[in-house]
């Protein structure tokens, strides 16, 4: 059995197929990142998350946030119902930790801007 992917390791996005059956091995890459990125999305896929805080006295409502790794693609949305019970207050500054090892992942969330 073969899966299609498109690779999003790199900008260039490359159309790869992973045979399942044969050890994932991985075709249609341009660099090595592809094959390393195809057998992953099709044994754990991870990602890096995304998303805003609210924050109170900030120039802005919302602090943008992000995980400092790679959590499981399965976890994001118990991450996101955890991040939208947090409420910050400024200043916080850029990298600071936000929830430390969200969701029990080992991955922190932190600030993603100083406000």
């Known amino acids: 059995m073969k899966k299609k992917l498109i690779c999003i390791a790199c900008p260039i996005g490359c159309h790869l197929e992973v045979d399942v059956e044969n050890n994932y ?3 249609g890459n341009q660099c090595k990142r592809g094959v390393v990125y195809g057998k992953k999305e099709l044994i754990n896929p991870t990602r890096i998350v995304t998303s805003t805080v609210i924050i109170k006295n900030g120039i802005y409502n919302r602090l943008p946030v992000k995980t400092d790794g790679e959590i499981p693609k399965s976890m994001i949305f118990d991450v996101m119902k955890q991040l939208n019970e947090v409420v910050v207050t400024s200043p916080i500054k850029m990298g600071k930790v936000i ?3 969200v969701c029990d992942t080992g991955i ?3 600030a993603s801007r100083s406000m």
């Open 108 to 110: 922190n969330i932190v």
């Open 99 to 101: 929830i430390e090892n």
């Open 25 to 27: 091995a991985v075709t």
